[in-house]
């Protein structure tokens, strides 16, 4: 399975995970290691925007030149390493912003389990589209590999 992220240079290869680690997301609490990658380039766009958009002045500093990188993720080709959770089993919360703690919880619960490499999530930015939460800790995390695809810039039209 081949999954997609945008990222700075500096974090494009980290297999330690250490933005998620150190921040937090929706899906696992500061001090678990994730890696959130999304299921297509554009959900990976949308996703960035909105996260980056969230930073404030960062904005115009992150968009203008080649200060990211699309990254291909490829999982290895096991269904069983896949998993999927059904938005009814999801909390009932699951796309407030900010993002509150029991999907934190819910997500540290499924990391912790490591019964699977990936957990597809519903976007909170469009939840008919598919995010995945990657577990590090999973054995199989190993045999994922990422690369650099190419420098990713915002087309300069979505600032109006």
């Known amino acids: 399975m081949r999954l997609w992220r945008i990222t700075s240079h500096q974090w494009a290869l980290d297999r330690q995970c250490e933005g998620a680690r150190q ?5 696992n609490p500061p001090g678990t290691a994730a890696l959130y990658a999304a299921t297509t380039v554009e959900l990976c766009a949308l996703e960035k925007f909105v996260h980056v958009g969230a930073i404030g002045g960062a904005v115009q500093g992150i968009f203008q030149g080649p200060r990211l990188v699309l990254v291909a993720i490829d999982l290895p080709d096991d269904p069983e390493l896949i998993h999927s959770a059904e938005t009814a089993k999801l909390p009932s919360n699951w796309a407030a912003l900010p993002a509150p703690a029991n999907t934190q919880n819910f997500g540290q619960q499924w990391l912790d389990a490591s019964s699977g490499l990936a957990l597809l999530l519903p976007s909170a930015v469009v939840p008919e ?12 995390f190993q045999h994922i590999t990422m690369h650099i695809v190419r420098p990713f810039m915002f087309d300069r039209r979505m600032f109006g």
């Open 129 to 140: 589209s598919h995010i995945a939460l990657i577990n590090p800790r999973h054995f199989a």
């Open 23 to 27: 921040f937090g997301g929706r899906w």
